[in-house]
Every structure is written in C-alpha cells, then in structure tokens.
C-alpha cells in the first residue's frame, strides 16, 4: 500500500520529469502539471510562459487551480461551487503564498519570476521554473489525496 507521502512524492517527481524534459519531450509549465493529474494537456499549452506573453501569472500556479477545478467540481457546468473545491483553492492559494517564491517585483508574474535570469532558455531558469512546477504538483497532490480523490500514479512517459 502507498502511503500519502509516497503518493504526494510520486506526483512531485511526475511534474518534476515532465517539465524538465530530459527523461521525457518537455512540456510547457501549465501542460506538465495537467498531465501530472491525468487531464487532457491541450488547452493547458496557453499558459505557456505567463499567458504566452509573460505578462501573465506563473502558468504553473494558474495550472493548478484548474486541476482543482477539474478534479473537485460538480459534471455539467451548471452546478453551484462545492464545498470541496472552494477549501481546497483556498488551501492552495495559502500554500502557494507561503512556499512559493515571487518575483523581485513581489508577484507570481511570469516575467516577474523569471527576470533574475538574463536567458529565458538557459538552465538556470530553467532549473527554477522546473521547481515551481514541482512543487505546485506537490501541493495540489497533498490537497487532492487528503480529499480521497483517486490519482493515477503511472510514470510520465512521452506522447
């Protein structure tokens, strides 16, 4: 049996895989964590560095409220917010605030978080947003499996 720890490690470690990119293709921020959590990566691809732009929130972050979303909500669109979700992205948004770094403007922007490094593409950054991702998995991860909901834990692999 899979203690809780070894779940949430298992979800951080999956995250981790999918967006660093060197055991598997690369995905971009918001798509690692959807596919993390088993949900369709597409639509997840316009969080790309901040909303494409940068000028948006860490993709990551905002991935991870939508897998609440996803994992939490009532089917159909229509019905009223659960109980559930709205605890569980309240605990995420405080877990975000108190374990995640902001930028030296003091947001969780893109281009806020990512300006330290003088190459978006080198590993430096890299190496840093592949934490982000890592650890927002993590949080979802600890959220999720204290609500009991099932998480496939199958190894991250390519397309």
């Not at 809780?4 to 895989?17: G, N, P, S």
């Not at 639509?43 to 939490?72: D, M, N, S, W």
Request: charged share 25%; glycine share 12%; proline share 6%.
């Amino acid at each position: 049996m899979t203690t809780r720890d070894e779940m949430v490690a298992a979800i951080r470690e999956k995250a981790r895989i999918l967006y660093e990119g060197k055991q598997v293709a690369h995905r971009s921020c918001g798509m690692a964590i959807a596919e993390t959590f088993g949900r369709e990566p597409r639509p997840y691809h316009a969080l790309r560095k901040g909303g494409i732009t940068g000028t948006g929130q860490c993709g990551a972050i905002i991935a991870g409220q939508l897998v609440l979303g996803e994992l939490l909500s009532e089917p159909g669109g229509t019905a009223p917010l659960t109980p559930a979700l709205k605890a569980a992205v309240e605990r995420f948004q405080a877990e975000v605030a108190r374990r995640l770094p902001l930028g030296p403007q003091g947001t969780i922007v893109c281009n806020d978080l990512t300006s330290p490094f003088a190459d978006f593409g080198g590993a430096d950054r890299k190496l840093f947003c592949t934490g982000l991702a890592a650890s927002v998995a993590e949080i979802v991860a600890e959220i999720v499996v204290d609500l009991g909901v099932r998480v496939d834990l199958s190894p991250a692999r390519d397309p």
